[in-house]
């Protein structure tokens, strides 16, 4: 038993089953070296973070020079170059007038933020009733209470918590005729009560990383737009390249009213995340009453070191050819992975930018699964039904070899 381990409490672990974790010593670019001395490939990037692959030298330079000068100070009646400039950046690289950026330290908050964003917006002029979120069946938007209360209700790992948290509105996303008329009835029905819709763009992640169309969230929008919703999208997943484009929304072309941004941000660094509303949602709250302030700020918001990170981290996606890598990882990720089409037990293979997926019939083997992954020298974390990569964009080609042949070779034997 590892020194310390009889102190911890991990993250989604029965921890009276849970097998032993791996000890880490070291990561490297798309490596992870445990501490007995083995070296996996890595197929998740620490929870699809790490997209320029781990330590890279040009933000650990930045971070370092950061920490010399400053490594924090609070955000409140301060401001700092890094935050301004990030915040500059990100919304010149948004669409449209995204452009006022409320920092947070995680995924999950920066959903809170939005989520009480948009109920205060609604407040703010002088509409009590609109409290509720519009949200949609293979959802995750986090952890935390607000924002399990928009993750799939039935699916979704929160379930134990039915009938204990905040009553939200959750549909079928409307991918043909008879669920989009559904949707549109459950908005029409409601719409006095919603706040917002909220959705993942393109790929919901955790919730089983599902695909759905750019139709998807353009019928989304036009629906919001005749009962004057908000609209928020969760890009804390696809955004910074991911799923191909470097926002999700341009692919298909749609302006949500806020955006949470996250993971990549800081190229799985160090925790930061954004939410990033339109000008007529900042308008809302800019007043001569005090009262209609946004009454949030998290202690460690917009952090000088997890900005220079992330500052760092656009400089690498405006110097380096990422979204070609993006663009190569996928063509490489689909014809490593189709092999497993053939293989008994695999429902479906689908690959959306750097998102390789293999689904299966049954999942009901994890631990043995995962145990098998680090037996063939990778590291690839299934859960659901479906095992998936999502590589650091600059893997090399050997290495995306390696863990897609693993994927085939385990699940080929599982079947066997
Ligand atoms: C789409 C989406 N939203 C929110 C979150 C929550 O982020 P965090 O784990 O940083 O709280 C995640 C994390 O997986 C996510 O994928």
């Excluded at 908050?109 to 009480?116: G, L, P, R, Y």
């Excluded at 949200?135 to 699916?155: Q, S």
Aim: glycine share 8%; with cysteine; net charge neutral.
């Amino acid at each position: 038993m590892m020194m310390g381990y009889d102190n911890i409490w991990l993250p989604y672990s029965q921890m009276k089953l849970a097998p032993s974790p791996l000890a880490v010593a070291a990561t490297e670019g798309s490596h992870i070296v445990l501490a007995d001395g083995r070296r996996l490939v890595d197929g998740i990037a620490s929870w699809w973070t790490a997209c320029h692959g781990y330590n890279h030298p040009y933000i650990r330079a930045a971070v370092a020079r950061q920490l010399g000068i400053m490594p924090h100070v609070m955000f409140g009646g301060l401001v700092h170059e890094q935050a301004l400039r990030l915040a500059k950046r990100l919304c010149a690289l948004l669409p449209g007038d995204l452009e006022r950026v409320f920092f947070t330290d995680s995924g999950s908050v920066a959903v809170e933020v939005a989520m009480k964003m948009a109920v205060q917006f609604w407040l703010n002029k002088g509409l009590r009733g609109r409290s509720k979120c519009l949200a949609f069946k293979g959802a995750y938007h986090g952890d935390t209470f607000a924002t399990m209360a928009v993750c799939d209700p039935d699916e979704g790992m929160h379930k134990l918590f039915a009938g204990v948290l905040p009553q939200n509105i959750i549909v079928d996303l409307p991918h043909d005729q008879a669920s989009l008329a559904q949707f549109e009835a459950t908005v029409e029905r409601h719409a006095e009560e919603i706040a917002a819709i909220i959705v993942e763009p393109l790929v919901q992640g955790a919730g089983g990383m599902l695909f759905h169309s750019a139709e998807t969230l353009r019928a989304i929008r036009a629906t919001a737009d005749r009962y004057g919703l908000l609209v928020i999208f969760d890009e804390i997943f696809t955004g910074f390249g991911r799923t191909g484009t470097f926002f999700a929304c341009e692919a298909a072309d749609v302006l949500p009213d806020i955006i949470c941004l996250s993971k990549a941000l800081t190229g799985g660094t160090m925790a930061l995340a954004a939410t990033v509303a339109r000008r007529h949602v900042f308008e809302a709250f800019w007043s001569d009453d005090p009262a209609h302030a946004l009454m949030h700020g998290p202690t460690y918001m917009a952090n000088a070191l997890a900005c220079a990170a992330a500052n760092a981290s656009l400089d690498l996606f405006a110097q380096q050819p990422r979204m070609a890598q993006v663009a190569a990882l996928s063509k490489h990720l689909a014809e490593g992975l189709a092999p497993c089409r053939d293989l008994p037990g695999v429902r479906d293979v689908r690959v959306r930018g750097a998102i390789g997926v293999v689904e299966l019939a049954r999942l009901d083997d994890l631990d043995a699964l995962k145990r098998r992954f680090v037996e063939a020298g990778v590291f690839i974390r299934p859960f659901g039904r479906v095992v998936y990569l999502t590589p650091a964009f600059t893997i090399a080609e050997e290495d995306l070899a390696v863990l897609t042949q693993a994927i085939f070779k385990v699940l080929r034997g599982r079947a066997a």
